[in-house]
């Protein structure tokens, strides 16, 4: 009988995750004080013996909370590129919104009984999406990296809030390029032009009429958001029409927690351009904007870099691009006013 063949257990020890970050600062920490005894742990940590990668249970996904926690990064189509930082995606060749036209020639037909199915050949654009790495270095003092109780907690609010505003910034205002192409920017997005008598100062007696021209604009205006620049939601809030309250304001909902205009929620958005400048005040259907991210926020962190000031430096890195589904204003069903999935109030002064 042949004996059975030795197997070499696995060291459950380092098999343990951190309990949290605050406890994988300390280990980190311990081990470059007393390399003689590293903690069991880290060694299945990824380490060039100067950084150390920093374990996604700590943070807990740091992307997926930035994302739920934003109401513009919540409502994009995600696409996730898991091979490379090419995104290639088609997006529709859409020029109309008619029946036939839409998705560049996709259209649904009767079909009698025992009868052929019609069908026409839809168009695509190809989106071809390098993503850009975005990054930034927190430095801590070691006295903050040793206050295990405090520390790891408010370096994940920090990270989350610093990442989750570049990237409504790049979504909103990106130029394109190395950057995504911004709602604002975007060649499809239709600007929409203010009342004759119409200035930054006054904005509050016309917002009812820009509301509501920017919320006919959209192609889907049941899946619209209205979203200002957070010195406007007082004019918004206050909105007069003839020298009388205007009740177009609504309460807040689950949906809307901030209320509603013209019964679609309604957002400040500090990403926006300076009032008065289109952008500041803009009507959005962000399903048709497509944000393709890879993987997690990368989190790593030295305690060597700055050795003889005694800090530790934690780096984020993010990989992302994104564009709107639409290259151009869309001509409606019927009538000649185009359509799109965003409008943006014109330039006022």
């Known amino acids: 009988m042949t004996a059975p063949a030795a197997r070499v257990g696995r060291d459950r020890a380092a098999d343990a995750p951190f309990h949290s970050l605050g406890d994988f600062l300390s ?6 004080v007393t390399p003689d005894t590293p903690d069991v742990r880290l060694r299945a940590r990824p380490s060039d013996d100067a950084v150390f990668l920093i374990p996604s249970a700590p943070l807990d996904s740091l992307l997926g909370t930035v994302v739920r926690d934003s109401p513009i990064l919540s409502r994009v189509t995600r696409r996730t590129v898991t091979v490379g930082t090419t995104y290639d995606g088609l997006l529709p060749d859409e020029s109309s919104d008619a029946d036939g036209a839409r998705f560049g020639g996709l259209a649904m037909t009767s079909v009698v009984e025992g009868g052929q199915f019609a069908y026409t050949w839809p168009r695509f654009r190809r989106v ?8 930034t270095i927190v430095p801590a003092a070691s006295d903050l990296v040793e206050d295990v109780a405090s520390f790891g907690d408010d370096l994940a609010l920090l990270a989350r809030e610093e990442i989750g505003r570049l990237m409504e910034r790049l979504v909103w205002t990106g130029l394109g390029g190395a950057q995504p192409i911004g709602v604002s920017t975007a060649s499809s997005t239709i600007v929409v032009a203010i009342e004759g008598s119409q200035t930054i100062a006054n904005t509050a007696t016309h917002v009812t009429r820009n509301a509501a021209k920017l919320l006919a604009r959209l192609r889907r205006p049941d899946r619209a958001i209205f979203l200002l620049h957070p010195d406007l939601m007082a004019d918004a809030r206050i909105a007069s029409s003839g020298g009388s309250t205007d009740p177009i304001f609504g309460p ?5 927690p901030l209320g509603t205009l013209h019964n679609r929620p309604v957002f ?4 926006t351009p300076a009032v008065g400048t289109p952008g500041d005040f803009a009507c959005v259907d962000l399903a048709r904007y497509v944000l393709p991210t890879k993987g997690d926020v990368q989190q790593a962190m030295s305690v060597h870099a700055q050795f003889l000031r005694d800090e530790a430096l934690f780096r984020f890195s993010v990989r992302i691009h994104g564009a709107p589904f639409l290259g151009a204003p869309v001509a409606p069903t019927t009538g000649t006013v185009t359509k799109s999935d965003a409008a943006v109030l014109a330039a006022r002064s």
Do not use: D, F, M
Not at 27 to 32: D, F, K, L
Not at 252 to 256: D, K, L
Not at 268 to 271: I, L, R, V
């Open 27 to 32: 280990a980190v920490r311990t081990s470059a």
């Open 128 to 135: 071809r999406l390098e993503l850009q790495k975005w990054g």
């Open 252 to 256: 807040s909902t689950p949906e809307a």
């Open 268 to 271: 400040p958005n500090p990403a």
